[in-house]
């Protein structure tokens, strides 16, 4: 018979030695390297709220959780960072997933979390919790040498190369301002910042260059913006063929963003630049005068399930004054019922209501609206939610963000 119970330290190893197979990674053999990963996982968070599925003494399920800070349009609320999600393929089709997944969600009402949100894995396995497909991303590759850019790109920011020590201190403030702005964008704490993006040990570079920092300034001294990239060093024949790895590029203004992929596609030994998850509107994509010269690969990205309906809607801003009343139907029975959803320009109220339904739902349909990407007039033309055209159109009209949700790192 299987169990589930909460995580706690001294299950880190065997934890992840259950999840190794499936991932596909080794742990560290040398006991000062596997201390110190431990040490790391351990700062970074996402074991004390984690799940741990037994059959007898042997681990054969895992999931943890971090604890989020995530925006929404005009708004941050509290997340449960679902992560680390597996099952012993000796236990498949056994329900060891659900009861993993009943134990998470069930925490994260506890803990007082307004949504839990992820990255899949594989885009077929969480609907059925309640997720969601919130966020999608773009994946790029483009021949530098062929790049142009239009005569209107704004003109750019000063651009300065700055050491790794001044990256640690100048990152996260400039960080945490753009990512309010950015619905999908988390918080970052310290030991997140130190172990997850700013280590660069020589086995997190693939075999690439140390991480090169780059950051816009604008005239009066502000930072901007910044970019991080790894070079590949390549050559065909006798010529440099280098490969530019974007890590990450996030700007402010359009003097910042035309000065961070200016640096970036301005680099004259490279041929190629790779960026994955860019957001699906990068200004990168209005630059470039050719942009079939850019090979694009669509993804999903982040899964976003709402816990509590009335603190997630009463959250965020809305694009247009309306009145509409949804009924919820969530499978796991968290967040079912009919809700009363108004703003009138000032005032945003949420509340149960008794009253017929203008549209009837999934938990999974709000999640994707809460981060600004509602697709309730394409779901009622296809039959998937009931309600009629004009309380979709009202919907699709409220919950649109003028910017494109984005998460610019796996978690």
Request: charged residues 25%; aromatic residues 8%.
């Amino acid at each position: 018979m299987t169990t589930v119970r909460r995580a706690n330290r001294d299950d880190i190893f065997p934890l992840f030695e259950a999840m190794s197979l499936q991932f596909s990674f080794d742990l560290p053999e040398d006991e000062e390297k596997r201390e110190d990963w431990k040490n790391r996982i351990i700062e970074t968070g996402g074991i004390d709220r984690g799940m741990v599925a037994e059959d007898g003494d042997l681990i054969v399920g895992t999931l943890g959780s971090f604890d989020l800070d995530m925006t929404v349009p005009n708004g941050s609320i509290p997340c449960a960072g679902t992560t680390w999600v597996s099952v012993s393929p000796t236990h498949r089709r056994r329900g060891v997933l659900r009861q993993l997944m009943s134990a998470h969600l069930a925490e994260a009402v506890e803990h007082g979390d307004v949504i839990a949100a992820l990255w899949a894995s594989d885009s077929a396995i969480y609907g059925r919790f309640g997720y969601g497909r919130a966020i999608d991303a773009v994946s790029i590759e483009l021949d530098r040498r062929g790049a142009r850019f239009r005569n209107s790109m704004p003109s750019p920011d000063r651009i300065e190369m700055i050491t790794p020590e001044e990256a640690a201190s100048a990152l996260p403030p400039l960080y945490e301002h753009i990512r309010r702005e950015v619905p999908g964008a988390f918080a970052r704490t310290e030991p997140w910042w130190r172990h997850r993006r700013l280590r660069d040990t020589p086995d997190r570079r693939d075999g690439n260059s140390a991480l090169r920092t780059a950051v816009s300034v604008a005239d009066d001294g502000r930072a901007t913006g910044y970019a991080q990239f790894r070079v590949e060093s390549k050559f065909d024949g006798a010529h440099s063929a280098d490969i530019v790895h974007v890590v990450e590029l996030l700007g402010s203004s359009p003097a910042s963003w035309s000065a961070l992929w200016s640096i970036v596609l301005g680099l004259d030994l490279a041929t190629k630049v790779k960026a994955r998850f860019r957001p699906l509107d990068d200004p990168l994509f209005e630059y470039l005068t050719g942009i079939r010269r850019v090979d694009r690969t669509l993804t999903d990205t982040v899964w976003v399930r709402v816990l509590d309906v009335e603190r997630a809607l009463t959250s965020r801003a809305y694009s247009e004054p309306g009145a509409l009343t949804l009924a919820i139907a969530d499978d796991m029975g968290i967040a079912n019922g009919t809700y009363r959803l108004g703003w009138d320009g000032h005032r945003i109220d949420c509340s149960g209501s008794s009253g017929p339904a203008d549209l009837e739902i999934d938990v999974s349909d709000l999640g994707v609206a809460l981060m600004g990407r509602p697709r309730f007039s394409a779901s009622v033309l296809a039959g998937t939610i009931d309600g009629s055209m004009d309380a979709a159109a009202l919907a699709d009209r409220m919950f649109a963000h003028h910017r494109a949700p984005f998460c610019p790192e796996v978690f």
